[in-house]
């Protein structure tokens, strides 16, 4: 049994657990309020209401709006084959949760292995449960991977993965009391044969040096947004309105209250002599705290290569081709996403095919993803038909637009019947031609 395996593995594992956590409560919105100084904190502690506007999110979802796998082709004799894998492990589903993670948390994983009924099945998995080690010598070379979880009786398990077997562990105590990897024992069945040959966890990385997440450089502004916003409500609550004030030699009772419709009663300056005066202090310019959120807002969009408009309207007066041209950025991002993740995704494509007893060549399997960029439907028809006059066939300008094969044979099929109609009609108005031909050569006899 791999004992130092399991000792790294299980560190490995349980250093994710904290930082990975506070990326995904940052994505979900479920953020602390951060001040710059614990008088501030003391101050505020009291406070009954939360104020957040979750731009984590945003910077996120924008990106990964932009990367949608939308099938693998597979040439050749395995693709009904491969339909079948598609659907039964909704593959196109999870690829978006695989590709969430991988960008919330730097790393994203997506596992495939026979069911209990020997059914291939592919799962995404939460890279906060699963971790995929590499030789040394050849970074992209597995060495073993391993998967850690709670089972129903509340204790730790653990799956190693190798090229050739499977090893199994659990913990003896609770999930909750376990410090360290000498908790584990070797399970019931404690080993078993992998008959593929690989190990079957696939890992989606935003780089290769390190594990980065999208919100890396977010969140310490997404803090000075969300302190702002509390500030300016907190203001507002208090100071929104205009305070008014009296100052008399009338006796002064109760302490200041700062509320809409109260009126501060002060005492007179020198006690006797001063005359009645009224007046009022100016409400609150919220705009300060305005005008500090669209700053950083703007930094935001730099840093993250996310625009503007995607947190503040821009106005409705831009066109279609300036929009294609602010959002340059985030497509580049995107794409550099798509080219990270689509040599991923074949991997898979071959390991499930390859342990359904189908053979398949790496070049008969291409991910297709839909195009990062937003394309105005005049300008693609103009692309499209400029194309078509230089002599490229129309399927193949539809497939390099990312067109999934069901559409490209139903397409060529509808081009069938529709070439079909135009030889009926062509003859029947030959036909009814001869006829008239006919009709006036007989009459004229």
């Not at 731009?55 to 990367?67: E, G, L, Q, T």
């Not at 730097?106 to 890279?127: C, I, K, L, R, S």
């Not at 050739?164 to 080993?191: G, I, M, Q, R």
């Not at 419709?261 to 007046?279: C, N, S, V």
Request: with cysteine.
């Amino acid at each position: 049994m791999s004992i130092k395996d399991l000792t790294l593995a299980f560190k490995t594992l349980r250093a994710k657990q904290e930082p990975y956590t506070t990326l995904f409560n940052y994505y979900d919105g479920e953020q602390p309020l951060v001040y710059t100084a614990n008088r501030l904190n003391d101050i505020f502690k009291d406070l009954d209401a939360y104020f957040a506007e979750n731009w984590c999110s945003v910077v996120v979802d924008s990106a990964r709006d932009r990367v949608i796998l939308r099938e693998i082709q597979v040439s050749g004799k395995s693709q009904t084959r491969w339909k079948e894998l598609w659907e039964g492990s909704e593959i196109s589903l999870e690829s978006d949760d695989v590709h969430e993670a991988a960008m919330v948390a730097g790393e994203g994983y997506f596992m495939a292995w026979p069911d209990e009924d020997g059914v291939m099945q592919g799962y995404h998995n939460d890279p906060r449960i699963v971790h995929l080690f590499y030789e040394r010598a050849e970074p992209r070379k597995k060495k073993y991977g391993a998967k850690m979880w709670i089972s129903d009786d509340e204790r730790l398990n653990m799956t190693l993965y190798y090229a050739d077997h499977l090893e199994y562990y659990k913990t003896t105590n609770k999930a909750k009391n376990v410090t360290d990897a000498k908790s584990f024992e070797p399970a019931k069945e404690s080993k078993a044969e992998n008959p593929f040959g690989e190990i079957p966890i696939f890992h989606y990385r935003l780089g290769q040096r390190k594990v980065k997440s999208d919100l890396k450089n977010v969140i310490p502004i997404q803090n000075g947004i969300n302190k702002l916003l509390t500030d300016m409500m907190v203001t507002a609550e208090f100071m929104a309105f205009p305070q008014r004030y009296v100052i008399s030699n009338a006796e002064v009772q109760g302490k200041l209250k700062v509320s809409p419709k109260e009126i501060w009663d002060l005492p007179a300056g020198d006690g006797m002599g001063q005359q009645t005066q009224t007046g009022q202090f100016e409400a609150a310019k919220l705009e300060n705290y305005l005008n500090s959120i669209d700053n950083l807002a703007t930094a935001l969009g730099s840093i993250t290569r996310t625009p503007k408009h995607y947190f503040f309207s821009v106005g409705s007066n831009l066109s279609g081709e300036a929009l294609i041209a602010m959002e340059a950025p985030l497509n580049k991002k995107a794409q550099d996403r798509v080219d990270r993740f689509a040599p991923v995704w074949k991997q898979v494509a071959l390991f499930m095919l390859k342990a359904s007893g189908e053979t398949v060549r790496a070049e008969d399997v291409v991910p297709i993803f839909d195009k990062p960029e937003t394309v105005q439907p005049r300008t693609e028809a103009e692309t499209r038909q400029m194309n078509v006059n230089a002599g490229m066939p129309l399927v193949t300008i539809l497939r390099d637009e990312g067109k999934s094969q069901a559409y490209l044979d139903k397409m060529l099929e509808d081009m069938k019947a529709q070439e079909e109609r135009k030889k009926i009609t062509l003859g029947n108005s030959l036909l009814n031609a001869e006829r008239q031909f006919n009709a006036r050569g007989d009459s004229n006899a």
